[in-house]
T-cell receptor, first 112, second 114 residues
Framework: GAGVSQSPRYKVAKRGQDVALRCDPI?????LFWYQQALGQGPEFLTYFQNEAQLDKSGLPSDRFFAERPEGSVSTLKIQRTQQEDSAVYLC??????????FGPGTRLLVL | DQQVKQNSPSLSVQEGRISILNCDYTNSMFDYFLWYKKYPAEGPTFLISISSIKDKNEDGRFTVFLNKSAKHLSLHIVPSQPGDSAVYFCAASANGAGSYQLTFGKGTKLSVIP
């Protein structure tokens, strides 16, 4: 079956631009997570949704980061006024419950 | 402070031999542990998991061992194959505490030599 998909796969932004990253979870998966992975590091948690409710946003690094999942399926991670330190791979994962998370291919963001 | 540690950045193993990847954790609230495999330019792929109520879980060539008293887990791959060459991440969550986010180690790069 179809896995988690993310778009775009690559994004280059000029410093100060706003970007929007999309995640399509596995159909029927209730839980959706966003992670940020810097080069040479493991993924780090950003935020978690259960259906359309954002239950945990403790990992969002600043108020420039915003995530939504209005209909409980597709999710968008928005970064306003991008900075160079935002350059990373952004990973989306979904889960049917609370255990195994399945990851998408990620969006590689480069801020110049 | 890192709550999940993979102290070996890299490991080389001959094809056909056993690969052992290690992971240590500090948070006693962690009760669910997973191993993911990652190829370049791809997302992490789920390999195997273990709940804290068990000390071993096996799936084909992959076995995960959990030692709760030592806060240590390991992934055994037997026999190792060249296609196993990838970065392996250990991850943990505290589901019982209502915290479902995964905390990852920094990964171990496994090279299986033909």
């Amino acid at each position: 079956g179809a896995g988690v998909s993310q778009s775009p796969r690559y994004k280059v932004a000029k410093r100060g631009q706003d970007v929007a990253l999309r995640c399509d979870p596995i159909s029927g998966h209730v839980s959706l997570f966003w992670y940020q992975q810097a080069l040479g590091q493991g993924p780090e948690f950003l935020t978690y949704f259960q259906n359309e409710a954002q239950l945990d946003k403790s990992g969002l690094p600043s108020d420039r980061f915003f995530a939504e999942r209005p209909e409980g399926s597709v999710s968008t991670l928005k970064i306003q006024r991008t900075q160079q330190e935002d350059s990373a791979v952004y990973l989306c994962a979904s889960s049917s419950g609370t255990e195994t998370q399945y990851f998408g291919p990620g969006t590689r963001l480069l801020v110049l | 402070d890192q709550q999940v540690k993979q102290n070996s950045p890299s490991l080389s193993v001959q094809e056909g031999r056993i690969s052992i990847l290690n992971c240590d954790y500090t948070n006693s609230m962690f009760d669910y542990f997973l191993w993911y495999k990652k190829y370049p330019a791809e997302g992490p792929t789920f390999l195997i998991s273990i709940s804290s109520i068990k000390d071993k879980n096996e799936d084909g060539r992959f076995t995960v061992f959990l030692n709760k008293s030592a806060k240590h887990l390991s992934l055994h791959i037997v026999p190792s194959q060249p296609g196993d060459s990838a970065v392996y991440f250990c991850a943990a969550s505290a589901n019982g505490a209502g915290s479902y986010q995964l905390t990852f180690g920094k990964g171990t790069k496994l090279s299986v030599i033909p």
